[in-house]
Antibody, heavy 120, light 107 residues
């Protein structure tokens, strides 16, 4: 049974950083892709970036390029998303989602979401 | 990037009735189109991929159709648990992009 379990809610000050984790179980971690998708309050879904652990390659959306870093630790089957220089508009629920090598953006498994609140 | 446009924004339907949701892509995505269901406070759930294939454990009342730029999600007889927001997503081109969602509410 595949599960993606994310770290808990965070409250951050503007200008600071946040790092969210996503621990995967079920399946061979490195053969899948892991993306981060965020959802601002009352809004739709926005892909931020992703990683292919077996290749170590990352891709980022232009909107957050330069502020986001996605990493993966194969030894613990955990993906991470770090977002820097936080702004109020970064307040959102952040989801990790698993794709596969054939369809990077087809997400058949999702984490439960992590609420990140940016407020002074 | 490809823009996905969903209509209508809100659909009011009575339980037991059929719901038809539309999704249009700004350019062809062949059949690399998925539909997700999201309930309040929950993560999205994959319903349909490849425009018409149901994901695991998805009831047969959900069906998808279309190719190229025009797609439809049909819920044949709405159950109480189907009232939610539905998103289409293209995964043909980088980056995968989502529509803005259609909320299916109780009439």
């Amino acid at each position: 049974q595949v599960q993606l379990v994310q770290s808990g809610a965070e409250v951050k000050k503007p200008g600071s950083s946040v790092k969210v984790s996503c621990k995967a179980s079920g399946g061979t971690f490195s053969t899948y892709t892991f993306s981060w998708v965020r959802q601002a309050p009352g809004q739709g879904l926005e892909w931020m970036g992703g990683i292919i652990p077996i290749l170590g390659t990352t891709n980022y959306a232009q909107k957050v390029q330069g502020r986001v870093t996605i990493t993966a630790d194969e030894s613990t089957s955990t993906a991470y998303m770090e977002l820097n220089s936080l702004r109020s508009e970064d307040t959102a629920v952040y989801y990790c989602a698993r794709g596969d090598s054939n369809d990077y953006f087809l997400f058949n498994y999702w984490g439960q979401g992590t609420l990140v609140t940016v407020s002074s | 990037e490809i823009v996905m446009t969903q209509s209508p924004a809100t659909l009011s339907v009575s339980p037991g009735e059929r719901a038809t949701l539309s999704c249009r892509a700004s350019q062809s995505v062949t059949n690399n189109l998925a539909w997700y269901q999201q309930k309040p406070g929950q993560a999205p759930r994959l319903l349909i991929y490849g425009a018409s294939a149901r994901a695991a454990d998805i009831p047969a009342r959900f069906s998808g159709s279309g190719s190229g730029t025009e797609f439809t999600l049909t819920i044949s007889s709405l159950q109480s648990e189907d009232f939610a927001v539905y998103y289409c997503q293209q995964y043909n081109n980088w980056p995968g992009t989502f529509g803005q969602g259609t909320k299916v509410e109780i009439k």
